[in-house]
């Protein structure tokens, strides 16, 4: 029997809610400040086939990734003969199973209903150590996996209701701060109660088989919704290539889309072979970051469930980049690459969307970390900073933000200095950073600071330092980002993609993020607003008299 | 003519004023469209249009929407020119706020304009530390360059210097400085307006204060001007956006205070019947023509957040961080839903039925008034349904069924439902969404909703209320007397109410609570001298005293009750935290980040009558046929004005009054009681 639309439609929000509810719990009970304030975690619900139903929309990077997780899982699981039963919860973290870094970590929860399983409750956390060489576990130098910290491959956590602290153990031996940890994981637990409760209310409300048919018809909704997005868009095949940095050198990112009435290819043949670097993006990143540019490009609002997954396949040949064989190092692919993965698509979207499209933004994440000892005590701060977006068609990039993969809130200032022995001389908007265009691309950032005592080591994972943010339709680039430390001494040393800085007092950092491309002709570009960037200081006369000829 | 009461709400569309007759309780409102060039000339003639003798005045409560109107630029007064002065390398921290957007996956978003061009935006050497000790000094003849250029071209100048809020001696020396220069324009400091850590939100409170000051001070002196003209000799005040109310010439020094404060009357007004009641837990449902919003009340105060920003966005009942300006002000804490009898159904591209946020307001309105709309409202629905009459707001509109079913049937045959089923699709998925604002205030808030009484207010409020209380698991429903007056009533029950705080920022130790006991009695008596002038009589003042205590390392921090007792207080912070997040960790060292007091006036309220209750079944006026999703069902229709307390009737029954509609669906019970709210019980 069919389920009437309105009782999908009510079911269908009823699922999102509780995946939402979840979220909430998650935050409320967390230990760290990343799943707190950053909200860096996602929640969800799966069919019992381990297909999306519903997903609160807390950061794009989990946004594919959570389907590629429990697909694999379930998988693993099956291979090592292992079966679920009511009560249990799997653990995993690796990332060549559960698609993003080691850092966060995946809880999935079978649900059974009158002893028949009815569905997975999921929830993925960022943990804010898990172990290895460095303090916060992204380590910039790392060579394999391993290096990165505690590696979990599926197993469970809890068995029929009884918490396994063999696992949870084995877990907390390897993190630098067990309590954290163990917090976290509780917290994630917490999350999974509510949802279970609440699922339970839902099947008892409206029946088992009204549910899953209901669920069913969900999916359908999300792959109409998409079929009808494709409807209007022309058909083909469009590359694009772009870049990645690794040192000196530069790795291909190349991506082809294959767009038909019923179907969308996103292919990444061609794309540089893994590397020795933590730059490389498993499998779910790459997932993530395609259906993050196809939501964005073909309608913010597309609901986000396995449906639409069945009309979006993205191949990503084993060993390259964008999909590297274990044990790679991968901390910085849910960074840097998962953005770059985006510019790409984009890139291949205009040739297809000429119009919806903006010109390239400043594609990086611009992670610093730094950390020493003060007062006998080990400190470690870690923030990303924004840069300017692509000029866009009918608007200009906007100065000073994030973009894309991440959305995270920086620091204060005032805070930071409170808790860390750091100084900030400059935080504002990188004037002449724009790509120049009818509708400029937005500045990039300036974060200037020093330490106040003490020794520090500090290190930067950022892009867009060799390569520059594109332009579109006749747009110029955006300026790359330069990175440099001025030592005490005069020394001036300047900074690549990955690098590691010793530090002292006297010493000031010096981080300028890219700016954004620019979109259209400069010489489109309304007089009155070149005059205005130039009395706002945005650029210097001399910069609107090469580009806009003033 | 009798003694009465007069409240003002002006909002960027309406402008009502409510007339509270103190010798029988009697309430009326007088509604007008808003002049949004010259707002003040609306409240002049509502009160001639409702004929209100203003001698007989005691005096008038005013409410506004006006700040967030004039921030989103709906209102047409002339803006100031503002200047803003900063530490050397942050003028842009006001631009880049905390570098987030406001939507994750539109490409095309704006983030808030800057109320404050960049090249209007200067910068000053001076640096102090987080320890208050002055790293960098200011540079005075840069600042006296700064205010050569500025002299004579604004109106207000705001100074935010990094860590002022620790030790404010630059900004004061730098205000000095100006004013010896000859500038005349006014001077708002941050260390004055909000003087806590947090420099992106510290600068836009304090230019969003800036801003709004020559404007609303403006506005208040003409509003003034005006109502003495025609003999008003009492005194006017102003509701802020906490819901407590303050004087005049307060109000002027903070404008920031009173940005939103219309929407909170709706929350005062139920936490003045939850105290009158005795509830400890209630929410308030308040629906209108083109929102739902829901307020939390937990014993007989209303939840207030600071997490607030003017002039920004609301997604599915929560703010967007990012979409506007953020404001350190107490606010009722408010959750809003664009669903109102006027909201539109559609089908969207996935062939989903939605409900909203498109609204036909007032104009075009609902495609049943016949004046024009064509899309099918919440309105239309609950007609077709049976639950609304045709004749609507005493006869002032006679709807036309066969427009409402005519629209439906657009979004019905896409459904393959008939009309009535698609109707009561649109109920449905509106009241998924209604659930939804109340699940914001109360689960996400920690609270449990099955605890608490719901309020049912507003002119659709009452149509949906029972719905909506067994999605949440609510037992009890209240609709007060006037459900479609009731949020003006909140005007005319606030109490007077004064915010202060000063950081502390130091740990939590015995030996220092002396300390904190001393900067407590410094804000209360600040804040007991500032309610006395307002006008409340000194054994009607309540004062609480507040910490906002974290463990070291922890970004947010919890309000606590102080008490005098070291322990105690250590216990009461451990045990909340352990209540919100689930741990506590009582090796941890406890910091106190803010010391707090809310002085509360509590004024002289008009009583609610108490009437005597006689148990006895009503008589139905009529019957209608309604809709329950599957059959046609007969269900009685009773007049609100016949119904005497101790009326009980079952469900299915609909009453109907001038203002408001009431569905008691089936299993439902509703009793008048003796304030002559209804109340109504699942059974």
């Known amino acids: ?550 | 003519m009798a003694r009465c009461r007069i409240g003002v709400d002006v909002g960027g569309t309406f402008t009502d004023v409510t007339v509270l007759n103190c010798e029988n309780g009697d309430l009326r409102i007088v509604k007008i469209l808003t002049d949004v060039d010259e707002p003040w000339r609306s409240i002049i003639a509502c009160i001639e249009l409702g004929g209100i003798e203003l001698r007989s005045v005691e005096h008038i409560v005013h409410a506004t929407t006006l700040g967030s109107n004039l921030l989103l630029g709906q209102v047409g007064l002339v803006k100031p020119r503002i200047a803003l002065i900063t530490t050397k390398g942050f003028r842009d921290v006001f631009e880049i706020g905390r570098q987030n957007r406001p939507s994750l996956y539109n490409l095309f978003f704006e983030k808030p304009k800057p109320l404050v061009p960049r090249n209007m935006r200067f910068e000053v050497e001076e640096r102090i530390s987080t320890e208050g000790e002055i790293i960098k000094p200011l540079d005075v003849e840069g600042l006296r360059r700064i205010a050569r250029k500025i002299k004579g071209l604004v109106d207000v100048v705001a100074i935010v210097f990094l860590h002022s809020y620790v030790n404010p001696v630059h900004e004061r020396e730098a205000r000095r400085i100006l004013v010896e220069e000859g500038v005349s324009a006014e001077i708002i400091l941050s260390s004055e307006v909000d003087p806590h850590p947090g420099e992106y939100e510290r600068t836009s409170t304090t230019v969003v204060n800036a801003y709004l000051k020559p404007l609303l001070s403006n506005y208040l002196e003409k509003l003034l001007g005006e109502l003495g003209e025609k003999g008003f000799n009492s005194k006017i005040l102003v509701m802020q956006s906490s819901g407590g109310l303050t004087n005049i010439s307060r109000a002027v020094e903070t404008p920031v205070a009173f940005i939103e404060s219309g929407p909170a009357a709706g929350a005062i007004a139920v936490a003045y019947y939850s105290n009158m009641y005795g509830h400890e837990l209630s929410m308030g449902f308040d629906m209108g023509g083109t929102t739902a919003k829901a307020s939390m009340i937990v014993e007989g105060d209303p939840l207030i957040t600071l997490d607030y920003e003017v002039g920004g966005k609301v997604h599915s009942g929560r703010i967007v961080k990012g979409s506007g300006y953020p404001v350190r002000y107490p606010f009722i804490d408010l959750a809003e839903v664009s669903a109102g009898g006027g909201s539109i159904a559609w089908i969207d591209e996935g062939g989903t039925l939605r409900v909203g946020p498109m609204s036909a307001g007032s104009s075009p309105g609902p495609a049943c008034y016949g004046r024009g709309g064509v899309e099918p409202t919440i309105t239309d629905a609950n007609l077709v349904l049976g639950r609304l009459s045709r004749i609507l707001a005493g006869g002032e509109i006679v709807a036309d069924e066969s427009l409402a079913r005519k629209a439906i049937g657009k979004i019905a045959s896409k459904l393959s439902l008939s009309i009535e089923e698609a109707a009561y699709g649109i109920i449905k998925i509106a009241n998924t969404l209604m659930s939804k604002a109340l699940r914001i205030v109360s689960i996400e808030r920690g609270i449990d909703p099955r605890k608490a009484t719901l309020y049912a207010f507003g002119g659709a409020g009452p149509l949906h209320a029972a719905e909506i209380a067994v999605e949440l698991g609510v037992r009890e429903i209240i609709v007060p007397k006037n459900p479609g007056a009731f949020s003006a009533f909140g005007l005319l029950v606030a109490d007077y109410r004064v915010d202060l705080s000063a950081p502390y920022l130091k740990p939590l130790r015995e030996e220092s609570l002396l300390e904190v006991a001393e900067l407590l009695e410094k804000l209360s008596m600040r804040g007991t001298k500032a309610v006395l002038e307002e006008g409340a009589s000194e054994s009607n003042i309540k004062v609480v005293g507040m910490l906002d205590l974290r463990y070291r390392g922890e970004r947010s921090s919890l309000t606590i009750p102080y008490v005098e007792n070291y322990n105690a207080l250590l216990d009461v912070f451990h045990r909340k935290h352990l209540e919100t997040y689930g741990f506590r960790s009582e090796e941890e060292e406890v910091i106190v980040d803010t010391v707090k007091v809310t002085v509360i006036g509590i004024t002289d309220k008009p009583v609610m009558p108490r009437r005597r209750v006689e148990e006895h079944r009503p008589v139905a006026t009529g019957f209608r046929r309604i809709f329950d999703g599957y059959n046609w069902i007969d269900s009685s229709v009773y007049s609100r004005s016949m119904l005497k307390p101790g009326a009980l009737l079952k469900g299915p029954s609909i009453i109907e009054s001038y203002d408001s509609t009431i569905y008691v669906p089936e299993g439902f019970t509703a009793v008048v009681d003796e304030y002559e709210s209804i109340r109504i019980t699942c059974r």
């Open chain 1, 1 to 550: 029997m069919s389920v009437d639309k309105v009782t999908v439609e009510v079911i269908r929000n009823a699922c999102i809610f509780i995946a939402e509810e979840m979220g909430i719990v998650l935050r409320r009970t967390a230990y760290s400040p990343n799943i707190k304030d950053r909200l860096d975690m996602s929640c969800a619900i799966f069919s019992s086939r381990g297909e999306l139903v519903a997903q609160a929309e807390h950061i794009p990077v989990h946004l594919g990734s959570m389907t590629v997780c429990v697909e694999n899982t379930l998988k693993y699981l099956d291979e090592k003969g292992v079966s679920l039963s009511e009560g249990d919860v799997v653990i995993v973290n690796d990332p060549y199973i559960a698609g993003t870094h080691l850092n966060d970590i995946t809880l999935i929860k079978p649900f059974y209903f009158k002893g028949e399983l009815a569905g997975f409750i999921v929830n993925k956390a960022h943990h804010v150590d898990v172990g290895g060489k460095t303090p916060g576990s992204i380590n910039p130098m790392a060579k394999s996996l391993y290096e990165e910290g505690v590696v979990i491959e599926p197993v469970k956590i809890v068995e029929k209701g009884e918490l396994n602290r063999r696992v949870l153990e084995e877990l907390l031996g390897n993190v630098r701060v067990p309590e954290y940890t163990k917090g976290d994981i509780k917290a994630q637990l917490a999350s999974l109660n509510v949802g279970e409760r609440r699922m339970e209310e839902i099947f008892n409300k409206y029946g088992y088989s009204t549910v899953i048919e209901a669920w069913s018809m969900v999916l359908d909704y999300g792959e109409r919704y998409l079929l009808e997005k494709l409807r209007k868009v022309r058909g083909g095949t469009y590359s694009a290539v772009d870049f990645l940095e690794y040192g000196e050198e530069l790795l291909k990112l190349k991506c082809t889309l294959n767009i038909s009435s019923n179907m969308i290819i996103i292919d990444f043949k061609g794309s540089s072979k893994q590397v020795d670097a933590p730059i490389n993006a498993v499998y779910g990143v790459t997932y993530s970051a395609s259906c993050y540019a196809v939501k964005s490009i073909l309608d913010p609002d597309l609901p986000m469930n396995h449906g639409i997954l069945r009309r979006l396949r993205v191949e990503a040949s084993l060993g390259s980049i964008v999909n590297p064989i274990k044990p790679a190092p991968v901390a910085a692919g849910n960074l840097e690459t998962s953005q770059r993965i985006v510019d790409v698509i984009h890139l291949a979207f205009s040739k297809c969307l000429p119009g919806r499209v903006p010109a390239a933004p400043h594609g990086s994440m611009n992670n610093v970390m730094i950390g020493g000892v003060f007062d006998g005590k080990k400190w470690a701060f870690y923030e990303t900073i924004g840069g300017g977006m692509g000029g866009r068609p009918g608007r200009e990039g906007v100065d000073g933000v994030h973009v894309n993969m991440t959305n995270t809130l920086n620091t204060p200032i005032e805070i930071a200095e409170r808790e860390y022995p750091i100084l900030f001389l400059e935080y504002s908007l990188r004037e002449n950073s724009c790509g120049h265009g009818e509708y400029r691309g937005g500045l990039g950032i300036r974060r200037v600071f020093t330490i106040r005592r003490g020794r520090a080591i500090f290190s930067l994972v950022a892009s867009r330092i060799k390569t520059k943010p594109w332009g579109l339709m006749g747009g110029g680039p955006g300026k790359p980002g330069e990175h440099y430390v001025l030592k005490k001494d005069g020394r001036r040393i300047s900074l690549k993609g990955n690098d590691v800085v010793e530090l002292e007092p006297g010493d000031v950092v010096y981080i300028r993020t890219p700016g954004g491309g620019g979109y259209g002709r400069p010489e489109n570009r309304s007089r009155e607003l070149v005059l205005r960037d130039v009395e706002e200081g945005r650029i210097s006369l001399e910069e609107a008299r090469i580009h806009y000829g003033l």
